[in-house]
């Protein structure tokens, strides 16, 4: 049988307990807390966030339109895929009539699938006080730079420039932005987390109470539907966004 000391048995005991066990020392704790105080994203109903979970179009363009406040469009047709009556409908309408989203083509939105780095510089870019900071331009110097697509290039310019980017090293050292990879929660939130801090954005939002919070970095547990089901029957209402 095995002996447990007093200070093993109290460490088990505050892993636990404490409300950020899955938290301690992720990289975007401190940027996920300040936008969940704000509201701009939300959990799975029991006070998860879970950084490492990749984000859809429709999930980012929600937080976007969560930060800037704006008064929400919930009329009209922009995309074939984007129906009304949809979860995502009044946000994607509201993006689009606010100029920050284009879609993918040929009439689509594509909502449900994953956005990537790039095409969430692009609509971060198309923010109009991103837009309003004072910055030199500055060049690109990410070793994957030629694998940014060109309609996606000016926007990677001007966040690198306002240091709302500043990518990642990759496993031989080298600093790449990865344009095609799938944002996580984590890449959302922190960026955004640094356009409030830049622009005052969000500012005038106020903090909205929170539970205790699990910043978790095992894999979302439900898929969105679910989420959205439990927001029906759950207050404070949660998303998943």
Known sequence: MKKYTIVSILI??????????FAA????????ETLISKGIIEGDGNNHYFPEKQI???????????LLNLDIVNGGTAFKDVKYGSWYYPYVM???????INGVGNGYFNPDG???RQEMAKIIA????????????????????NSIADWAYPS???LVSTKLIIGQ??????????????????????????????????????????GKTEINVTNYPTDFATVVQKQANNSPKVDGA
Not at 191 to 198: D, K, P, S
Request: charged share 20%; hydrophobic share 40%.
């Open 12 to 21: 088990m005991f505050l892993l636990i307990c404490s409300p950020k066990a």
């Open 25 to 32: 020392g992720h990289w975007a704790e401190e940027a996920m």
């Open 56 to 66: 859809t179009r429709a999930e980012f363009t929600t937080m976007i339109v969560r």
């Open 94 to 100: 509201t993006a689009y009539s606010n100029g920050l």
């Open 114 to 116: 994953k956005i990537n």
């Open 126 to 145: 198309a923010i109009p006080e991103v837009k309003s900071i004072s910055a030199s331009q500055s060049a690109i110097q990410f070793a994957d730079q």
């Open 156 to 158: 990677v310019q001007l």
């Open 169 to 210: 090293y990759d496993k031989n050292g080298n600093l790449v932005y990865n344009p095609l990879a799938n944002a996580k929660r984590a890449d959302a939130s922190t960026i955004l987390a640094r356009v409030m801090e830049q622009t005052g954005i969000g500012s005038e939002i106020p903090d909205v109470p929170t």
